[in-house]
């Protein structure tokens, strides 16, 4: 099996990932579709230990961990491209999944990602998360916030990533990127972040907070005065804050309560559908944390709910509600009505209905 050849075919088919399985031929995802590599042959046990020993490169604490954990997430370089490499057992037989990072990082602005997002990069202390779920473009957005930040601020910003997808050349900022995991920078997510307070950075960007001690140790950096952004596998704002909260015992979570309120600046939760053209549009979910949305966060009883319909009320400081989000896509002819009603509950329909009505009576309005 040639690898090489494999991944320059993907490159040209601007395939987001390379599936290497045994047993099947090569497979590629291009635009969430996947699609068979038919003119190469059927993936043998061996081609699949060979790939294993061209990912890896010799790297003896990778293969280590990779024994030991049974799992192992890398990184390396290909025509100028970053793979982000996910190793793991079936059957006894390493499957890898290649994700392709490509250099040409888009601006916030292609992305689609709402002004005041960037604006809110400006903070000079506190905590900025982005969220969603698998493959909803969570690293790309940050990657983006990150080079908005160098271009426009004189900070030093430190990032912690597993792998490092994007490498950042430093321009009116200095950047250091450090690769977290085995065989990389640092060993852990929370060691790096406490570390990060003897690193004299402005701001912090952590490329995953899964579990309690990376929080603490995040809210530490925040509330000494520091700027932190980092991601979160949560499908909306209210579920990120849910998350937060349970990452610790019943008896803290009034403590903690208060120190999110009180910190946090910002959460974007976003996810890609498919727009009428087969491409891949951003949706938007924003919760600008101001006076209001603090004092629910305080509250002794939280509910999803309650934190939705403050979004959705919150236009005025920023605040997008995903049906909001979903409407002015739909009103803009970016998608179809089934595309947003599938992104929502039956329940919210209605209100989905109504705010699209809203919408283009708004738009009928403005001078032509």
């Given at each position: 099996?040639?690898v090489n050849?494999?991944?320059?075919k993907a490159?040209?088919?601007?395939?987001s990932?390379?599936?290497?399985?045994?047993?099947l031929?090569p497979?590629v995802?291009?635009?969430?579709?996947?699609?068979?590599?038919?003119?190469?042959?059927?993936?043998t046990?061996e081609?699949?230990?060979e790939?294993?020993?061209f990912?890896?490169k010799?790297n003896?604490e990778?293969d280590k961990?990779?024994r030991?954990?049974?799992v192992l997430?890398?990184?390396?370089?290909?025509?100028?491209i970053r793979l982000r490499i996910n190793?793991?057992?079936?059957?006894?037989?390493?499957?890898i999944?290649?994700?392709?990072i490509?250099n040409?990082?888009?601006s916030?602005?292609?992305l689609?990602?709402?002004?005041?997002?960037?604006?809110?990069?400006?903070?000079p202390?506190?905590?900025i998360?982005?969220?969603?779920k698998?493959?909803?473009?969570?690293s790309t957005?940050?990657?983006?916030?990150?080079n908005y930040?160098n271009?426009?601020?004189n900070?030093k910003?430190l990032?912690l990533?597993?792998?490092?997808e994007?490498?950042?050349?430093?321009?009116?900022?200095?950047?250091?990127?450090?690769?977290v995991g085995a065989?990389?920078d640092?060993p852990?997510?929370?060691?790096?972040?406490?570390?990060s307070?003897r690193?004299?950075?402005d701001?912090?960007?952590?490329?995953e907070?899964?579990?309690r001690e990376?929080?603490?140790a995040?809210?530490e950096t925040a509330?000494?005065?520091h700027l932190?952004?980092?991601?979160?596998?949560?499908?909306?704002?209210a579920e990120t804050?849910?998350r937060?909260i349970n990452f610790?015992e019943v008896?803290?979570q009034t403590?903690i309560?208060y120190?999110?309120?009180a910190?946090l600046?910002l959460?974007i939760?976003q996810?890609l559908i498919?727009n009428?053209?087969?491409e891949?549009?951003?949706v938007p979910?924003?919760?600008v944390?101001d006076n209001?949305?603090?004092?629910?966060l305080r509250?002794?009883?939280?509910t999803a709910?309650e934190?939705?319909?403050?979004i959705?009320?919150s236009?005025?400081n920023?605040?997008?509600g995903?049906?909001n989000?979903l409407?002015e896509l739909?009103?803009s002819?970016?998608?179809?009505?089934d595309q947003?009603?599938?992104?929502?509950?039956?329940k919210n329909?209605?209100?989905?209905?109504?705010?699209?009505m809203?919408?283009?009576m708004?738009?009928?309005?403005?001078?032509?």
């Open positions: 099996m040639d050849d494999i991944l320059r490159e040209e088919m601007r395939a990932d390379v599936h290497f399985v045994s047993g031929k497979i995802r291009v635009n969430r579709e996947l699609e068979t590599l038919d003119e190469y042959a059927e993936i046990n081609d699949m230990w790939a294993y020993d990912f890896l010799g003896i990778k961990s990779f030991e954990r049974k997430d890398c990184s390396e370089e290909f025509n100028d190793i793991s057992y079936s059957d006894g037989v390493p499957v999944t290649t994700r392709l490509r040409e990082l888009p916030y602005e292609e689609g990602v709402p002004d005041i997002v960037r604006r809110m990069t400006a903070q202390q506190g905590l998360l982005v969220t969603g698998t493959n909803s473009g969570k957005t940050l990657n983006a916030l990150i930040i271009e426009t601020q900070k910003i990032t990533e597993s792998p490092i994007y490498k950042h050349t430093s321009k009116k900022s200095i950047i250091v990127q450090k690769e065989g990389g640092m852990a997510y929370s060691i790096g972040t406490k570390n307070l690193e004299d950075c701001i912090l960007v952590i490329g907070i899964r579990d990376t929080l603490d995040a809210i509330e000494s005065g932190v952004l980092g991601t979160l596998h949560t499908k909306s704002c804050i849910d937060m610790y008896r803290d403590t309560k120190l999110i309120a910190l600046k959460v939760s996810r498919k009428k053209t087969g891949l549009s951003l979910e924003v919760m944390v209001v949305i603090a004092g629910i509250k002794e009883k939280l709910s934190i939705e319909d403050a959705q009320s236009s005025g920023g605040s997008i995903l049906i989000a409407a739909y009103v002819d970016v998608i179809t009505l947003a009603k599938a992104q929502i509950e039956e329909v209605e209100i989905l209905n109504r705010t699209i809203q919408l283009r708004k738009k009928d309005e403005q001078p032509k």
